[in-house]
C-alpha cells in the first residue's frame, strides 16, 4: 500500500512540541518531496494556470488568458496556497462566456493592487524578445479588452475575418 500525503506543517517541529506522533512520522517519511509555496514561484503562475483552465477539457471547449488577467494572476500575492489558484482560475473559467478569460473574470481579491503600487501607463511599451506567434495573440487579446470582447468589431479593426479570429484564439 501507498500513501501519498501533503501538509503545510512542519511535521518534526510538531513531533518536537508532541502534537503528532513520532512513530507515524517515521511510517510516512519514506520519500519526502519539499514544493515550495506559489508565493514564491511567480515563474510558475502562468503555467499553474494554463493547466487549471483547461484541465481535462476538450480541445474545443479550452480557454486562454487576456494579458491583463495573466499580470493579475501573477502579480497576486498567493497568501494560500495552490488550491485557492485552481479555485480562482476555475471560477473565471465558468464566469467567461467566450474563449477569452478577462481580468474581471478574477476574483476582486486578485484584481485589487496593493496600496502605493503604480501602474504603468497603458500605451507605454518597452522591448522583450517575443516571438511573432505571442505577439500577435497578445495584440489579438488586448484589442479584445480594449472593445469588451465585441469578436465582431475586433475582427474588423484588426483587419480580419470574425472566422479567422476565432481560429487564432483557439
Given amino acids: 500500500m501507498r500513501l501519498i500525503a501533503s501538509t503545510t ?15 507515524l512520522l517515521y511510517r510516512i517519511n519514506t ?12 515563474e510558475d503562475i502562468e503555467l499553474l494556470s494554463y493547466y487549471f483552465l483547461n484541465k481535462n477539457k476538450p480541445r474545443e471547449c ?8 495573466l499580470v493579475a494572476l501573477q502579480e497576486y500575492v498567493w497568501p494560500s ?16 462566456d467566450g474563449m477569452i478569460v478577462e481580468k474581471r473574470h478574477l476574483t476582486d481579491r486578485v484584481m485589487a493592487k496593493e496600496e502605493g503600487q503604480q501602474e504603468t501607463a497603458k500605451n507605454e511599451y518597452s522591448f522583450k524578445e517575443i516571438p511573432l506567434g505571442e505577439l500577435e495573440k497578445i495584440h ?22 470574425v472566422k479567422t479570429l476565432y481560429n487564432k484564439l483557439h
Avoid at 32 to 42: A, E, F, L, S
Avoid at 81 to 96: D, F, K, M, S, T
Fill in 81 to 96: 496556497n495552490i488550491r485557492e489558484l485552481q479555485n480562482i482560475v476555475e471560477r473565471a473559467y465558468i464566469l467567461a
Fill in 31 to 42: 520519500a519526502v518531496v519539499d514544493v515550495p509555496p506559489v508565493r514564491d514561484r511567480g
Fill in 140 to 161: 489579438i487579446c488586448n484589442t479584445l479588452n480594449h472593445l469588451d470582447g465585441n469578436k465582431t468589431k475586433t475582427a474588423k479593426l484588426l483587419g480580419i475575418t
Fill in 62 to 69: 479550452q480557454k486562454s488568458f487576456s494579458p491583463g488577467a
Fill in 9 to 23: 506543517k512542519d511535521l518534526k517541529e510538531q513531533v518536537i512540541d508532541g502534537s503528532f506522533r513520532e512513530d
